[in-house]
């Protein structure tokens, strides 16, 4: 008979979370704290990461952080590293590190804002994942989820060239590493969150906000633990026949 709690358990596991400082990253970090794993969160700012880790510590024992930009290889190198050397294991990999800092249009963006916008939000992903599948193949088994964006899934007015099209290239690769790992206990999806309530929404003017909401059916932002909890499910032990998919949350908007 199927141990139905055992679906749900990620009791000492480790998950490593990039960009897990805050927002949607620190989110699941406190989610899989909160659910007896072990946690890594990997971002730029240190004062960021003391925060993070002092939050986290509410909802679980074993938290680390790890300083490092997510498109830097070395970087990323000696962040896995040394989660391997401290706890031997890598069960769950959410790869969340991204963003924007501007939104030029296509007649003023240049060809080194493009190619940051690709290396932050898709580069990003290929560098720990590739770094994370030995890990997870030694012990047969794995759960990889990519963050992307509601603006990788429609043609959205005002999200950036770049990001758009990082986030799109984000499910490309998605799919094409959940089919190089499945057959080795290994899951590899994606979410695609709408807009939701983190920091970052701090630069957004009321009026582009009520804009926004006006077009949310459920009538307001996401909440980073609502986007958490969709992640925390696909990195369990029973979500092991979802693989290559993408996850909507965006309270039923497609349009940003
Ligand atoms: N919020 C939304 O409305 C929304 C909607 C759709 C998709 N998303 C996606 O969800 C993810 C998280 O978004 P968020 O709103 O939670 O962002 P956020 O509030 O800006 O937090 C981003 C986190 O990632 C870290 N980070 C960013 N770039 C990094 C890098 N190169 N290397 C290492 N760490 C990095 C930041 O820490 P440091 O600055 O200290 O490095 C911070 O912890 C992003 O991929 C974003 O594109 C967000």
Known sequence: MTDLNALNDVTGQVAVVTGGTQGI????????????AKVAVIGRNAANGEAAVAAIKRHGEHVIYL??????????????????????RIDI????????????????????????????????????????APVMKRAGYGRIVNVTSVAGRGGIVGAPLDYSAAKAGVEGLTRRVAVELGPLGITVNAVAPGTTMTPRLSR?????????????????????????????FLCTP????????????????WTG
């Open 93 to 132: 990999l959410v790869n969340c590190a991204g963003g924007f800092t501007a939104s030029p249009r296509l007649d003023e963006i240049d060809e080194d804002g493009w190619r940051k916008g690709i290396e932050w939000n898709l580069t990003s992903k290929f560098l720990a994942i590739r770094l994370v």
């Open 25 to 36: 990253g620190l989110a699941c970090a406190e989610r899989f704290a909160a659910g007896g």
């Open 67 to 88: 300083q490092g930009d997510c498109t830097s290889g070395p970087d990323m190198a000696a962040a896995f590293a040394e989660v391997d050397r401290q706890w031997g």
């Open 238 to 253: 029973g979500a092991g026949y979802v693989n290559g998919a993408v996850i909507d949350m965006n309270g039923g908007s």
């Open 204 to 232: 957004m003017t009321e009026r582009r906000m009520e804009q926004v909401i006006a077009r949310i059916p459920v009538g307001r932002l996401g909440k980073p633990e609502e986007i958490a909890h969709g992640i925390f």
